[in-house]
DNA sequence: ATGTCTTTGTGAACGCGTGCACAAAGATGA
DNA sequence: TCATCTTTGTGCACGCGTTCACAAAGACAT
C-alpha cells in the first residue's frame, strides 16, 4: 500500500506539515500512525470533498472570445466540469459549434438550465447584459454564477456570485514591478480598500505589502 | 472639496472603519480631523500606490479565443496597461488585426519586448509552449509574467509569475453548491469509487470549511 | 477666543490561525 | 509478548492582524 507522510506532503507543499495533518484532520480521514496516509484513499477523501467526484452541468452564456475559450478550456472536464450548453443573444451563432457544441439562443435560457438541471452558470457577456442574464439565470433555478463581465452583479440571499477581473492579476504583477524598479525614489507603502462583491479571498501581507494586495 | 468619511467608505465597503483608516495611514495620505478625507486627493494617492497612474507597456504572448479575449479587454487601459503588442506563433496569424493591434510573429519576440521597453508578459498559449515562450520573454528582459496556460512556469530568481487557472473558481463555487445541496444525498458517492472498507465513511465537523478552501 | 462637535490616527486588547511539542497509536522486530 | 520506532492527532502557546476605544486635531458656531 503506497503511503505519504504528512511530513513528505507538507516539505513538497512547502507549508507545515503540522497544519497539513490538521487539516486532514477535518476531512475525517484518517492516516496511520507510525505509517503515514494511504495515497489512494487520501486523494479520493480530497476529490470528494472538493466535489470534484461529482457531475457538475454549467452553461457559459455569451459565446464571444473569452466564453469560446472557456467552452475549449480543458480543465474542466477533468475537474469535473461538463459544460451543458453554450448560449448566445446573437440568432447567427445559434446551432454554430463551438468545441463541439452548438450554440444555442437565450430565448431558450431557461429550458436548457432546467432540462439540464444547471445550478452553476459562466457569464462571458458584455458588461451590459450582465445582470439581465444573471437575473434569468437566477430565476430558472442557478444558485452560483460565474462573473467574466466586469460588473458587480447583485443577487439574491443564497446566490454566491464570484467575479473574475482579468486585469487584477495584472495590477498586482505591475504592482510588485513599481515596487522592484523604485525601492529608492518612495519610501512609502500604502493601501487601499476596494469594494467587495462577495467574499472575495485576500491573503496575508508578504513583508510590507499591504494586506489588501494579494502576494 | 468633496470629502468622504472613513466610516462612509468603511460602509460601502464592508469593513471596519478602523482597519481603513489603519491602511489609509500606509499611504501617507492625510484626511482631515472633523471632516474626512478630500477624495481627489485619495483617488491620486491610491491610483499612485498601486501602479494605475504608470503606462504599463504589456505583450500578449498566444493570440487564439483567451489571447483575443484578453486584447479586446477594456479593462486594461482603464487600469494603465497597453497593449504594447499581440504574439502568435503561427505564421498565417501574423499582420492579421486583432482589437485593432496587428499580430506579431514569435521570431520577433525579443525586439518587441526590447523597442517597447515591457517588462510585464501575458501568456495564453497553449501548455505545451508555455514554459519556452515564457524563458524567451525572461531572456529578454521581461520580469513579471501573468500564465493563462495550465502549466507551472519555472523561473528564475527575480521574476514574479502568476498563474490565473480559469477552472479554481469554477471549483469554488461547486464546492459551496456541495454544501448547500445538503448533506444527506453523498451516501451515493462514498460506494462508487470508494476504495471500500475503511470504517470511517463520514465526513469530519460539517460546520466548518477546512482551512485550505479560500471563503 | 472659547467651547462644542466631528472625525482622524493610533495605542492597546482581543481573537484567531499557525506552529510547536508531545502523548497516543500502530507497525515492526526480537 | 515486549520493546522500540515512526508518525499521527491535538492541546497549548505564541504571533499577528483586526477591532476597540480614546486622545488629539481641526472645523465651526457663538
Redesign the pocket.
Known amino acids: 500500500m503506497p503511503?505519504?507522510?504528512?511530513?513528505?506532503?507538507a516539505a513538497a507543499a512547502g507549508?507545515?506539515?503540522?497544519?497539513l495533518?490538521?487539516?486532514?484532520?477535518y476531512l475525517g480521514?484518517?492516516?496511520?500512525?507510525?505509517?503515514?496516509?494511504d495515497v489512494e484513499y487520501l486523494v479520493y477523501q480530497i476529490s470528494r470533498e472538493l466535489g470534484l467526484t461529482q457531475d457538475w452541468p454549467v452553461v457559459i452564456v455569451g459565446i464571444g472570445n473569452l466564453g469560446a475559450a472557456l467552452a475549449n478550456y480543458g480543465g474542466f472536464a477533468s475537474r469535473g466540469f461538463r459544460v451543458a450548453a453554450l448560449i448566445d443573444a446573437d440568432p447567427a451563432m445559434a446551432g454554430k459549434p463551438v468545441a463541439g457544441i452548438p450554440v444555442q439562443h437565450t430565448d431558450d435560457l431557461e429550458k436548457i438550465i432546467d432540462e439540464n438541471g444547471v445550478s452553476i452558470g459562466v457569464i462571458a457577456t458584455p458588461a451590459g447584459a450582465a445582470q439581465p442574464v444573471c437575473d434569468r439565470l437566477v430565476a430558472a433555478g442557478v444558485t452560483s454564477i460565474l462573473n467574466f463581465a466586469p460588473t458587480v452583479l447583485s443577487v439574491p440571499d443564497g446566490v454566491d456570485v464570484r467575479k473574475v477581473d482579468l486585469s487584477i492579476e495584472l495590477q498586482i504583477l505591475a504592482f510588485h514591478e513599481q515596487r522592484k524598479a523604485g525601492e529608492e525614489a518612495e519610501a512609502q507603502a500604502g493601501a487601499a480598500a476596494a469594494p467587495a462583491e462577495r467574499g472575495n479571498d485576500?491573503k496575508?501581507?508578504d513583508g510590507d505589502v499591504p494586506?489588501?494586495m494579494p502576494a
Chains 1, 2 share one sequence.
Open positions: 503511503t505519504v507522510s504528512s511530513e513528505e506532503l507549508v507545515n506539515s503540522a497544519k495533518r490538521k487539516d486532514f484532520s480521514s484518517y492516516g496511520t500512525r507510525g505509517v503515514g496516509y485576500d496575508g501581507p494586506a489588501v
